[in-house]
Structure formats: structure tokens, C-alpha cells
């Protein structure tokens, strides 16, 4: 059975965030309504995505590196899109990045009272990231270079729960068709089944957002269906958590999503005990 | 000559492999082992949930708290709670923290609870009583009369184990949909019976074993009479988690003989 292993501080397992800052990333994007830019949505998703991660990985004594992460940015150039001694790795512990935000604002999110009213509560959100949008989107250069970076994780972890690939882009690759390279990359494996590829789809498309799915037909244009066929079907344990959360979910659901964050992946993976009321 | 109930109380625990022993987050109460004497009797354990953080101390909150006055009706837990919860925050914000711990702690902590009362009768020379618990999530007791498995609460069947229960929170506003979960039982013991407190792992092996036709509490049992006891069973824990007749997690086993 595949996507069983455990992920430890011993035996952990690797994301990797590819993350598009091409010039068409200046476009407004629809799920978000009103006049908010591609380059500012996958900012916004890619430091609420490493929050989320790290939040999951934080335990009294501090974070444990049950993950190492990497980010690679595409535009103008393809690398490592953090700054600083970050920058000069592929991949790097979660603990290093959770103690490594450029800089932590605060923001003001609704939350449940306790008692049937909602009440604001400031929050910290850290920012690695900041919105960039330059160039083209070399999206294949992207891909091969993630799949290097994967190789090379699986080579030192060979039986390590399959790495993560989370593709944000508006999928208007300008250096080819990324299909093959997409599938270069979801075969290569771990003794625990293939590395997985989702992708996040910021589209100018007014279009109602869509979490996972599991079919083409009824997806709003071809870059949304490009992206789709590109990633990889979740894992059935993947699957069986995003159901126990209400998702609409079958065999063929993919880790696809549209104008949307994807951040639910996060809660779904598995390092522990997660309450159902944990939220 | 005042008569008491007499009962032995043993208890095992052993944290996940590979991690360390301060990693260890069920708790049990009380610590006291041995053959005692007494009118009553409170036990509880807790499986604080790895994904949470301080959730051992919020475990370790919750089995004291029963122990000390067990709850025996929801009003009576959620005023409990409340207070526990209040005493867990301002140990968690004694001192300034990276941000990530603070929004994890304001998540809360979570946690299973398990708790079991057993009283006597005052009649009839400590030869029988009562006994009443609470379950909240998926701990587990058994209780066990001669070679027959007569309780199994609030799981009876393995296949009833799920990936994500719902857990008693430090954070109250995330107890909402816990209340009407909350499971009481009472009924009654006679001298002899033994009863078995587990958490998770060790309840979907006890339960897989017996639905095989085995009798998984004489193996249980067995590491009391042991020469060495916590050497034998945490022999047997790590064997069993290598051949996975045991899933990998934090293990505790309280036994009560009567």
C-alpha cells in the first residue's frame, strides 16, 4: 500500500512550492473579487500555506521537522525564492523557515466565540514572500528543475512518505507544454509510492471557485484543465479526510484547485492525532 | 471493624517510538501502585493529541481533575473544563513566544478522557459494587470476569476506531460539538473482575485480538506478575509495534484488580 508511511522527525518528507512572479501575474484574479493581482493572491497563498505547515508542525518545545521546504520561483529568473541563507539551499528544515519570516504583520480574522456570536482576533501572520510579477513564466524550466530537487530528496530519504509538489500559477506557461514534465516528476517514487504534483489555479476568469475535483468537463477554460490533468489523483487517505470534512470527493478527485488555496491539504495530512474539532 | 474494598492497581506507559520520554503526552492518575484498601476508587487516563501543542499538560490536567472528583454528568464536566482550561492557559502564557507556538496555542490543546469510579456495596463484605465512567474519544476500558470480556466501552468493535475524534479542547470555544458526545456508563463489579484503561493503539489490538477469539487481557495481565514488569511490556510494546500488530502512538494501561 502506498502513502502509509509515517513522517517523523527521523523519516520526514519534503514540499516543494513552485511559485509563478511572470508579468501576467499583474492581471487581477477573480475568485478574490474586486482588484486584487495574481502576484498578490500567490503571495498571499504561499505564506498562508508555510504558516499553516508550520503551525501543524509546532509542538510546546518548539517546531519539529517532521518536513523540509523548498520554494522556487518562475518569471524573469527560475530559483530559490527566498532570501538570505535560505536561498542557498534547495530545501530547508521547516524549523529554519518558521524562524525566518521577513517580517510577521497582524492581521484581524472573525472567529467563533464559543457561544454562537463571532468576535475579531488579531492573529500573526508571518510573510516570507511579497508579490512579484516579472518576465515570462518558464513554467517546464520550473518543473525540471523541481524534479532535480526531488531526485535528489529521494535519494538521501528513500523511504520517506512521497514529496509534495504545489504547483501556483495562472498556467499560461510561455517555454511549452508542461504536461510531460509534470508527469517526469510524478514518476519518480519512494519505496511509499510516487511524489505527488497539485496545482493552484489563479485565473482572471470571474469563475466560481472550485476545491478539488475529479473531472475536466465543467472546468472554466484550458488552463484549468491543463492544470488538472497535470496533478496527481489524492491519496485515498488524503481523500477519506477532505469527505469526513464535508468535500465532495471521489476515486478520481485531484489535487486541483481554482481560485482557491489548497490550505485544506495541509490539515488533511496525516503526522498525528487531529481532533475533528481542531479547525 | 470497618470492611473496604480491596483492589491492586497497576500501570504501564510507554511514549511513541522515537520519540523521547518528555515527548510521552497521555497521562494517567493516580501514580500510586500496589494492593490497596479503600470505600472508592477513581482512575483516568488521557491521550492528549500529537497534533496540538501542551497537550500532555492539558492530559495531565484533565485525569487529576477526575481523579480528585470525578464527573459524572455533562454540566458538572463543562464547569470543570472551564476552570481547567483557564488554569491551562496561564501555564502555557507564562513566558513570551515565537509565533508560531502562540497561534498553536491559542488552537488549544486537545485531549481524550477516560475516568472509571468503582464504590462498594456496604453490604454484602466487599464481595461486590458499582462502577461509572466517562468517555471522550477513543480511550478505552474493559472489564474483564473470569475468561469473558463482559465491558468494552465507548468502542466495541476495531472497525469503530476513526482518524479524527473529537477531543476535549483547552480552547472552550471548540467544545461545542463535544457535549452531546460525551458517553456515561455504570454497572456493577464482583471480586475477581479486572478492568483495563487504554489508549488507542492498545485498545484496536485488544479489540482485533478478541474479535480473533483471543484473550488479549491475559497477555496484559501477565505484566504485573512479571519479575519485571516495565522491562516485559515494553519488550512486547516494541515487538509488537515492529511486526505492526501495533500501530506506532503513545501506549498507557492502567490495570484494576478486584
Not at chain 1, 93 to 115: F, Q, W, Y
Not at chain 1, 226 to 242: C, G, V
Not at chain 2, 106 to 126: K, N, P, Q, V, Y
Not at chain 2, 157 to 169: C, V
Request: hydrophobic share 40%.
Amino acid at each position: 500500500m502506498s502513502y502509509q508511511a509515517e513522517i517523523s522527525r527521523a523519516n520526514p518528507s519534503c514540499f516543494l512550492f513552485l511559485i509563478d512572479q511572470s508579468g501576467s501575474m499583474t492581471d487581477t484574479f477573480g475568485g478574490g473579487g474586486g482588484n486584487k493581482r495574481k502576484a498578490d493572491g500567490v503571495a498571499d497563498i504561499i505564506n498562508r500555506l508555510l504558516q499553516n505547515l508550520i503551525i501543524k508542525c509546532a509542538k510546546s518545545e518548539g517546531i519539529r521537522d517532521y518536513y523540509h521546504i523548498g520554494v522556487i520561483g518562475y518569471g524573469a529568473t527560475v530559483g530559490s525564492s527566498f532570501s538570505g541563507y535560505l536561498a542557498a539551499q534547495d530545501l530547508s528544515p521547516i524549523s529554519l523557515i518558521a524562524n525566518s519570516p521577513s517580517r510577521i504583520e497582524e492581521r484581524t480574522k472573525k472567529v467563533d466565540d464559543g457561544a454562537g456570536g463571532l468576535v475579531d482576533q488579531t492573529i500573526k501572520f508571518p510573510i516570507w514572500f511579497d508579490p512579484v510579477a516579472d518576465g515570462g513564466t518558464p513554467m517546464c524550466q520550473a518543473l525540471d528543475r523541481a524534479k532535480s530537487i526531488i531526485q535528489n530528496w529521494i535519494n538521501g530519504h528513500p523511504s520517506c512518505f512521497p514529496p509534495i509538489v504545489i504547483n501556483i500559477t495562472d498556467g499560461e506557461a510561455t517555454d511549452g507544454d508542461p504536461t510531460e514534465k509534470a508527469e517526469e516528476i510524478k514518476r519518480l517514487s519512494s519505496t511509499d509510492g510516487n511524489v505527488l504534483v497539485f496545482n493552484i489555479h489563479l485565473s482572471s476568469q470571474n469563475a466560481i471557485p472550485i476545491e478539488f475535483s475529479d473531472k475536466e468537463d465543467g472546468l472554466p477554460d484550458q488552463f484549468a484543465k491543463l492544470l488538472f490533468r497535470m496533478s496527481s489523483i489524492l491519496p485515498t487517505h488524503i481523500q477519506n479526510a477532505a469527505k469526513q470534512e464535508g468535500y465532495r470527493i471521489s476515486e478520481a478527485t485531484r489535487g486541483f484547485v481554482f481560485n482557491a488555496d489548497m490550505v485544506s491539504v495541509i490539515r488533511f495530512l496525516d503526522i498525528g492525532t487531529r481532533p475533528s474539532n481542531l479547525r | 471493624m470497618l470492611a473496604y474494598m480491596q483492589f491492586s492497581i497497576a500501570q504501564f506507559h510507554l511514549p511513541k517510538f522515537g520519540n523521547e520520554k518528555n515527548e510521552y503526552e497521555d497521562a494517567f492518575a493516580p501514580k500510586r501502585h500496589g494492593r490497596f484498601e479503600c470505600n472508592s476508587l477513581s482512575l483516568a487516563i488521557a491521550d492528549g493529541a500529537s497534533e496540538s501543542s501542551f497537550a500532555a499538560e492539558w492530559a495531565k490536567m484533565l485525569t487529576r481533575a477526575y481523579v480528585k472528583e470525578p464527573f459524572f454528568n455533562v454540566p458538572h464536566l463543562q464547569s470543570q473544563i472551564e476552570k481547567l482550561a483557564d488554569r491551562w492557559k496561564s501555564f502555557v502564557q507564562r513566558r513570551p513566544m515565537p509565533w508560531f507556538a502562540e497561534e498553536k496555542v491559542r488552537m488549544g490543546a486537545f485531549s481524550t478522557l477516560l475516568g472509571i469510579h468503582l464504590s462498594e456495596d456496604s453490604t454484602d463484605a466487599m464481595q461486590t459494587g458499582k462502577w461509572s465512567t466517562i468517555a471522550v474519544g477513543d480511550s478505552c476500558l474493559f472489564q474483564v470476569r473470569g475468561d469473558i470480556l463482559t465491558e468494552s466501552f465507548p468502542i466495541s468493535k476495531s472497525s469503530d476506531f476513526g482518524i479524527s475524534p473529537t477531543l476535549l479542547s483547552s480552547n472552550d470555544s471548540k467544545n461545542k460539538s463535544v457535549w452531546d458526545q460525551v458517553a456515561f456508563k455504570a454497572a456493577r463489579w464482583q471480586i475477581g473482575d479486572m478492568f483495563f484503561l487504554v489508549t488507542d493503539a492498545l485498545a484496536f489490538w485488544f479489540l482485533s485480538q478478541h474479535e480473533h477469539n483471543e484473550r488479549p487481557w491475559e497477555i496484559l495481565a501477565g505484566f504485573v506478575e512479571d519479575n519485571n514488569p516495565i522491562e516485559s511490556f515494553t519488550t512486547w510494546v516494541n515487538n509488537a509495534r515492529a511486526s505492526s500488530t501495533l500501530k506506532n502512538d503513545d501506549v498507557t494501561l492502567m490495570i484494576v484488580k478486584l
